[in-house]
């Protein structure tokens, strides 16, 4: 089977393509799955540039996959041949608050190998079938991006019909959260530099725009745009070059939900709006497999499709691996194994 591997050294560069053996023995709780699609999301950048750092090489990088089973163990109930399925981005996260066990092992790091191959040995709890309303380069976009944006608004965030979302920038979680937000009744901003891109966002259900290029105070021009009740949640990715922003541009009780650090690690934070508006801000990763499943029954019921900005050959996958680093994108990036 083909197999893309960091070899020698960390970066794109030192990515190479290999040929190893499918998989034969299989545990008793075991599924082989081949996998159709992966996708790519800014984890697998600093994975594979070692930014972290995330272990030692070599490393088959990439964390989120959607392919079919074609080989169970003997004691395997929860599937069948055939199956489309996910792999879990945490295998061990099942259901429930999340424990440090639970995120003790992640797809595509120095603790398991990722889903750049084009076969995968998995527990059966660690995977779950996906929505019948999406192909497979759809589907390979949830693993990490849709549910890490599913729990932001549904399990953290809360979300109510007409509350007000701020969505920053057009990348793969925060275009999810827009089409989830949008699914569920909510009102969206949109952040981004380009106005192109703010314009496809209010193609896909965004109520107002913000170019934060042209409007630097963007946290107050969200309050003009809800007058002055502010955002209730925050899909927060900017870190410490954002933070403050969100801060003033948060309702009162806001739920304001970190999930990068694009813009920064570390900023002064304004402490009298946390408290005096009495924020929650809550870090999170991703999220468990229930969550996964709870999310794939939302998007059969609403018909929700994932928004692709590219598809690359799995041979030209580190060109996807560049094409995100570029910041070019607008949602998910896909490497189809079929081309």
């Not at 497979?136 to 599913?150: M, N, R, S």
């Not at 946290?219 to 969100?246: C, F, H, M, P, Y």
């Not at 999930?259 to 709006?273: H, N």
């Amino acid at each position: 089977m083909k197999v893309w591997e960091v070899q020698d050294a960390w970066g794109i560069d030192n990515m190479r393509r290999v040929e190893r053996e499918i998989p034969s023995a299989l545990a008793p709780e075991e599924i082989l799955i081949k996998l159709h699609a992966a996708s790519v999301n800014y984890r697998d950048l600093v994975t594979i540039e070692n930014k972290t750092p995330f272990g030692a090489l070599p490393q088959i990088p990439l964390s989120d996959a959607a392919g079919e089973i074609v080989k169970i163990g003997a004691r395997v109930d929860r599937f069948s041949l055939g199956d489309r399925v996910c792999p879990s981005f945490f295998p061990n996260w099942q259901a429930g608050p999340v424990r440090r066990a639970d995120r003790s092992v992640s797809l595509g790091s120095a603790t398991a190998p990722g889903v750049l191959q084009e076969y995968i040995v998995t527990r059966q709890d660690a995977a779950s079938r996906f929505s019948d309303t999406l192909s497979y380069l759809e589907a390979a976009t949830l693993p990490c991006a849709g549910l890490t944006a599913w729990r932001a608004l549904v399990d953290e965030g809360n979300l109510q019909p007409d509350d007000w979302v701020l969505v920053q920038g057009t990348g793969g979680v925060s275009i999810f959260a827009l089409l989830i937000g949008e699914m569920l009744g909510a009102r969206i901003i949109v952040t981004s530099s380009s106005d192109e891109k703010l314009e496809r966002a209010r193609q896909l259900g965004a109520d107002a725009t913000i170019n934060y290029s042209d409007t630097p105070d963007w946290g107050k021009a969200v309050l003009e745009i809800t007058r002055g009740a502010g955002a209730d949640i925050i899909v927060e990715v900017g870190g410490g070059g954002t933070i403050n922003q969100s801060l003033t541009a948060a309702a009162v009780g806001a739920r304001i939900v970190i999930i990068g650090v694009l813009g920064g690690r570390s900023q002064e934070l304004l402490m009298p709006a946390i408290f005096g508006k009495n924020l929650h801000l809550k870090g999170i990763s991703v999220g468990s497999r229930a969550q996964f499943e709870d999310m794939n029954a939302a998007i059969s019921a609403h018909g929700l499709k994932p928004v692709i900005d590219k598809v690359f050959a799995f041979d030209d996958a580190p060109e996807a691996i560049r094409h995100l680093a570029s910041g070019q994108h607008f949602g998910k990036i896909v490497i189809d194994f079929a081309k």
